[in-house]
């Protein structure tokens, strides 16, 4: 798919944006401070309802207004013509219709009721320095990676994570009470039937979440081995193996997760009660890279660290569009000027195929410095546009 229009309404330091964009490479260039990333981040709302550097949607609104409003035109591989809206309306105090936080997502003009039918609509794929967190992090960084990817192919997934939430937060309730309350949990066996109904509905869920995440883990894990040593031309051997509070799960089949998972929520009952909080499970388990067999998080160098997670970008890109049959757009922030000339090179090759939006602040990087070649040298077709005070103005060299 590519992205032929994006509208913007008091969105970050826009006011009004309208511009239209082409197939290839977009290039936005600028100073520091000009609303480049907040370009990039707009589309990636578009995949998923959230943005990549915050949680919180206040923050998106243009300071000074009480709501921002994208709009996303895209074409996809089939020719059909699409379009995306995320309008959210901020909390107003003295508005009684609007007390609490407001978003409205249309499809094709359709308001859809959940975020859940937005998902797998328009699909994009960020690389923004802040994905470093996937390694730097702690295992919720790498869970919401495995989750968005997820998400994307397989909506089921995305209303099983909202279900397991649901079901969590459910028992983590239930623990609590019967922590502050033993008499009840001694007089009223009602409360431990619920635990026991909680337990099977949870092992259920978290069963779909774990097999689903192994699964796409091994197929992760060999495109981003592809994609390693073609960025660095070197042989770096990248594996990933997903932790799980399921012992040994990946030579388990679905049925046989969920009676384990039941036995031991069952067996970890009274730790969880003291505890209040339920300590095993999907929501604690965590993906373990490993480059050239030892552990990337403590060990390995900056690049390595970066090499790594463009990897599993990439391997994401492709996975996307094996398993959905559109080829996503590609959103590159800043990630030129962290590569040597021949990685940005194999990088601009591996991605031709798709949309993607480069920001750079100078560029010469992404120009010149690739071997000395110039970029029409390797890619057909880009735009360059320059990015000055939240107006875009196209430029042609
Ligand atoms: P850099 O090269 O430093 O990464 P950039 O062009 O990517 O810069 P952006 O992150 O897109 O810059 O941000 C541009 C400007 O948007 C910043 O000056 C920031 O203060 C401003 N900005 C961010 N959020 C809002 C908001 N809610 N309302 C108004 N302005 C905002
Ligand atoms: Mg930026």
Redesign the pocket.
């Known amino acids: 798919m590519r992205i032929t229009a994006i509208e913007l309404k008091n969105f970050?330091?826009y006011e009004h944006l309208e511009q239209d964009f082409f197939p290839g490479a977009q290039i936005l260039y600028?100073?520091?401070?000009?609303?480049?990333?907040?370009?990039l981040?707009a589309i990636f709302l578009c995949t998923c309802a959230r943005s990549h550097r915050t949680g919180r949607d206040s923050?998106?609104?243009?300071?000074?207004?009480d709501d921002y409003d994208v709009r996303l035109e895209f074409l996809t591989d089939k020719d059909r013509s699409e379009e995306i809206r995320i309008h959210y309306l901020a909390p107003v105090s003295n508005d009684p219709l609007r007390l609490k936080p407001i978003r409205h997502i249309y499809y094709n003009g359709v308001r859809l009721e959940r975020i859940s039918d937005m998902m797998g609509i328009f699909n994009a794929v960020i690389f923004a320095p802040e994905d470093l967190q996937i390694i730097k992090d702690g295992p919720a960084a790498r869970r919401r990676f495995l989750d968005l990817l997820l998400s994307q192919i397989y909506p089921a997934y995305f209303r099983d994570l909202i279900q397991y939430q649901h079901l969590l937060t459910q028992r983590n309730n239930l623990l609590k009470k019967l922590r502050d309350l033993p008499y009840i949990a001694d007089s009223d066996s009602d409360y431990n039937l619920h635990l026991e109904i909680w337990d099977e509905q949870l092992s259920n869920c978290s069963a779909r979440i774990i097999s689903r995440r192994q699964e796409v883990i091994n197929e992760i894990a060999l495109l981003a081995n592809e994609s390693i040593s073609q960025i660095t031309g070197l042989k770096e051997e990248l594996s990933m193996r997903y932790r799980s509070s399921v012992p040994s799960a990946k030579d388990l089949n679905r049925e046989e997760m969920r009676e384990i998972l039941l036995g031991k929520l069952r067996e970890q009952a009274a730790d969880d009660i003291l505890r209040g909080s339920t300590g095993l499970g999907p929501h604690r388990d965590d993906l373990i890279l490993s480059l050239n067999g030892i552990e990337v998080r403590p060990y390995a160098s900056q690049g390595q660290q970066r090499s790594v997670v463009l990897a599993l970008k990439l391997a994401e890109l492709l996975l996307l569009r094996q398993k959905t049959g559109e080829s996503p757009v590609l959103l590159l922030?800043?990630v030129m000027s962290e590569l040597d000339g021949d990685r940005r090179y194999r990088l601009l090759q591996t991605i031709e195929d798709h949309q993607s939006f480069l920001?750079c602040?100078d560029l010469s990087q992404v120009l010149i410095g690739c071997n000395d070649r110039n970029l029409a040298d390797f890619i057909e077709e880009y735009t360059l546009f320059n990015?000055h005070q939240?107006k875009l103005t196209q430029v042609i060299l």
């Open positions: 970050r330091n600028g100073n520091n401070a000009q609303g480049k990333t907040n370009i981040e923050e998106l609104v243009r300071q000074g207004c922030d800043d920001t602040t990015v939240a």
